[in-house]
Every structure is written in C-alpha cells, then in structure tokens.
C-alpha cells in the first residue's frame, strides 16, 4: 500500500509563501488522485485541493482560490502544494491523501490513505 509523507510545513509570516511536498513510496501513486486538507485546533478537517492522476483535472476550496497551487510529477512520485499569500487563517496542519480512483473528491471519506501531517503556522 502506498504510504505518504509530507514536508515543508513551518512558521512564515503573513504575506509569505511555502510549498509543500508529499512524497509517496511507490509508482502507483500516479493512479491515485491526491487531496490536500487541512484542521486547525478545534476545527473539524477542511479540504483545500485535489489533483487528478493525470494532473488535468484540480480544485479548490474558495478561501485559497488564487492563493494556492497544487501540483504532481509522477515521475517523483509527489504531490505539491504552492501557498502564497498566506494569512493568518491558514494556519493548520496540512495532510495530504491518496484516492484508489483518477479522480479527485471534495470529501475526506473518498481518500484512503493519508500522511502524518505537517504543521504550517502563520504569524501576523
């Protein structure tokens, strides 16, 4: 079964930028779509994005619209997530997840296989 982990997370402050990575450990990743969610304390797990096998395909929730990226290359096995103009309310941590179909879901209950998480926190 394929196993994720992320990097990249970290303390920026608010304007900033990060990108972060989720690396998976074997080639089938590229028939897995792949989510980006996050949870901050106290909050229920929020989806940001997803990204179909082929890349074709990606959305985004609406607060990071314009602010957000997110990306693959089979090729690395990895998955990205490009966050500029980060703001105080994008402080969480970031988990990035892996649905057994091409396609990409909104909902967390469709992804099977999920990272450790990593921490982004965001100072004004």
């Known amino acids: 079964q394929v196993q994720l982990v992320e990097s990249g997370g970290g303390l920026v402050q608010a304007g900033g930028s990060l990108r972060l990575s989720c690396a998976a450990s074997?080639?089938?990743?590229?028939?897995?779509?792949m989510g980006w969610f996050r949870q901050a304390p106290g909050k229920e797990r929020e989806f940001v994005a997803f990204?179909?096998?082929?890349?074709?395909?990606?959305d985004y929730v609406d607060s990071v619209k314009g602010r957000f990226t997110i990306s693959r290359d089979n090729a690395k096995n990895t998955v990205y997530l490009q966050m500029n103009s980060l703001n105080l309310e994008d402080t969480a941590t970031y988990y990035c997840?892996?649905?057994?179909?091409?396609?990409?879901?909104?909902?967390?209950?469709?992804?099977?296989?999920w990272g450790q998480g990593t921490q982004v926190t965001v100072s004004s």
């Open positions: 997840a892996a649905r057994p179909t091409g396609y990409g879901s909104r909902w967390y209950g469709d992804y099977n296989i």
């Open positions: 074997e080639r089938t990743f590229s028939r897995y779509a």
């Open positions: 990204i179909s096998w082929s890349g074709s395909s990606t």
